[in-house]
């Protein structure tokens, strides 16, 4: 369990450093947005995976500023991307190892051309698992070959929320990785199939609404829709809290 941070609404947040990370022996990273906060409280598996994560980024300025808002707390908000860039600017200074986990094929070839160019000191590896929405027994054993017989330093696996966290936490047990990071749709931004908002929307804290008016239709259920939820479920946190006292 995370011990390095603050807690929102029973969700044990970080709020340490990323290089404090790289000292805790087998860790499972995940990250915590505004989307994922909804989905985990109506799937107690997902918010199962998430309660046990060793360590729970704030991945988004949602949770940021709610965490300030409900109690105070000063979060910085680490998004997926950003915890992948520190990593493997770790990994090329030890001469570490990776591996990805998820995503096409295509996806998968372009991630590991770009990370040879970019990042020649880190050996890497990478599998893509059928696309659907639970593998059978067999295909679980083949994936998990795949990264044992590799056994890199970091598991990365993205195969969007709540899918990818919560087989982390089926198998965490049978993986051998030190760090497994569930980082979704950073496969795409940093193979460049999709482009990451740039860097005006990411510092004003607005790479949501970046994302939304690149792909509305695939996205509006996550921001509008779930949106709205979350707006709820703070709201309610807030006037609950009040009148306790």
Request: aromatic share 14%.
């Amino acid at each position: 369990m995370n011990t390095t941070g603050s807690e929102f609404l029973g969700y044990p947040m970080f709020n340490g450093q990323l290089g404090d990370l790289f000292h805790k022996g087998k860790t499972i990273i995940n990250t915590l947005n505004q989307y994922s906060f909804c989905i985990a409280e109506e799937d107690k598996v997902f918010k199962s995976a998430l309660m046990s994560s060793d360590v729970l980024l704030p991945d988004g300025i949602s949770i940021v500023l709610s965490a300030k808002f409900l109690n105070g707390n000063q979060l910085e908000k680490i998004a997926g991307a950003d915890l992948h860039e520190f990593v493997l600017k770790y990994l090329n200074s030890v001469y570490g190892s990776c591996f990805y986990l998820g995503s096409k094929q295509e996806t998968l070839d372009a991630i590991q051309q770009k990370l040879g160019s970019s990042y020649p000191n880190i050996s890497h590896a990478s599998y893509s698992p059928p696309f659907r929405d639970e593998f059978s027994e067999e295909e679980n054993e083949v994936m998990i070959a795949h990264i044992n017989e590799f056994s890199p330093d970091v598991l990365f696996v993205g195969m969007t929320a709540p899918k990818q966290e919560k087989w982390v936490h089926a198998n965490r047990d049978k993986i051998q990785a030190t760090y497994i990071c569930t980082i979704g749709a950073v496969f795409d931004f940093y193979s460049e199939t999709i482009d990451r908002p740039s860097d005006f929307w990411v510092k004003n804290g607005l790479e949501w609404f970046g994302r939304f008016i690149k792909e509305p239709k695939r996205l509006w259920r996550r921001y509008l829709l779930y949106g709205g939820i979350y707006v709820k479920y703070i709201v309610f946190s807030k006037l609950t809290h009040k009148l306790r006292f």
